[in-house]
């Protein structure tokens, strides 16, 4: 995914008033936006909450219907650094290829995750007879000390996945109640995807030095907390983000059926990150280097093989000359 706003805005996780501590919970409404022709949700960076842990940036593509005769999602050859893009398949399928020359289809209950390290190029386009669409991408900051990593490609197939509470449970990332997710990490982070068919309730122990967020997907889902007499919770519907914060050892989930949320976590970081358009960096002048070196061709990012279709140009940086 690129992010194609004309004019994104540069971020920094700075500018976010931190809210942590116990037991919070501030409500985060996705905004629309569309991405290769597809409507997408964007739940993270937002002016209200910039990162869950690692997790900085989150988009929920669909779920739409491709109309016949067009071709669906369509992103042309598009740079990105310091991040993974961790990509979760819901419905339908995605043709991802990038200048490593992997080439690779994903398919429902499957990962994609690219590791952009120091510099990569990709292109993502749906494939001619899929004509559902429905997924989520989510970027991953890398910390400082692996921002210039070499770049990689990792395809997983098939994840951790089980029924509790009469909820399939599937482990996109980290370690949950003894599963472990295969998925290359470079920091402590968590993700986990909860599908309610039914109404149901679900507690879940959770890692009290993390901070927390819930993604409804689909449907609606109510946040409670397990043993604190709450009589209760606050509800959250699809594309709304609840972020938890901190401090928490426990979080119960009351669902409508056909619920489909993702729980995501992490250890909050202090660090400062920047970012824009389709790059993550420590400073103003790294993305000032790696809009040059993608605007001037240079072998940074090098070509991706097969797709047949034009870069993806990159917009004008947001701060004036004077400023670099
Ligand atoms: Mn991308």
């Known amino acids: 995914m690129s992010n194609t706003d004309r004019h994104p805005d540069a971020t920094s996780s700075r500018d976010c008033p931190l809210v942590l501590g116990e037991h919070v919970c501030q409500r985060v409404t996705a905004r629309g936006t569309d991405v290769g022709g597809i409507p997408v949700a964007r739940a993270l960076p937002t002016w209200e909450r910039r990162r869950i842990g690692a997790w900085c940036f989150l988009d929920h593509i669909g779920p739409v219907e491709v109309p016949e005769g067009t071709p669906g999602m369509r992103v042309g050859p598009h740079p990105h650094i310091g991040l993974q893009t961790f990509t979760w398949m819901i419905e339908g399928e995605l043709m991802h290829r990038d200048s490593l020359s992997s080439a690779q289809v994903i398919r429902p209950g499957q990962v994609n995750l690219m590791t952009a390290g120091r510099g990569i190029a990709h ?167 790696a809009q040059h070196d993608w605007a001037s061709g240079s072998e940074r990012f090098p070509p991706v093989p097969g797709f047949d279709g034009p870069r993806l140009a990159p917009p004008p940086l947001p701060w004036e000359p004077r400023d670099e």
């Open 123 to 289: 292109t993502e386009e749906s494939l001619p007879d899929s004509r559902r669409l429905h997924a989520a991408q989510l970027w991953i900051a890398l910390p400082r000390v692996d921002a210039c990593t070499s770049p990689r490609f990792d395809h997983y197939p098939v994840l951790p996945r089980w029924e509790q509470a009469g909820m399939t449970l599937t482990l996109l990332a980290g370690d949950v109640l003894g599963h472990r997710s295969p998925t290359l990490a470079f920091s402590e982070l968590m993700g986990l995807e909860i599908h309610s068919p039914a109404v149901g309730e679900l507690t879940l122990a959770l890692d009290a030095r993390f901070e927390y967020g819930v993604l409804v997907l689909v449907g609606d889902i109510e946040i409670g907390e397990s043993g604190r007499g709450e009589v209760g919770g606050k509800r959250f519907v699809a594309n709304e983000l609840a972020y938890l914060g901190q401090g928490r050892h426990s979080l119960t989930l009351r669902t409508a059926p056909g619920s489909r949320a993702l729980l995501l976590g992490g250890e909050p970081d202090d660090e400062d990150i920047v970012m824009w358009w389709n790059f993550v960096g420590r400073s103003r002048e790294e993305i000032i280097r």
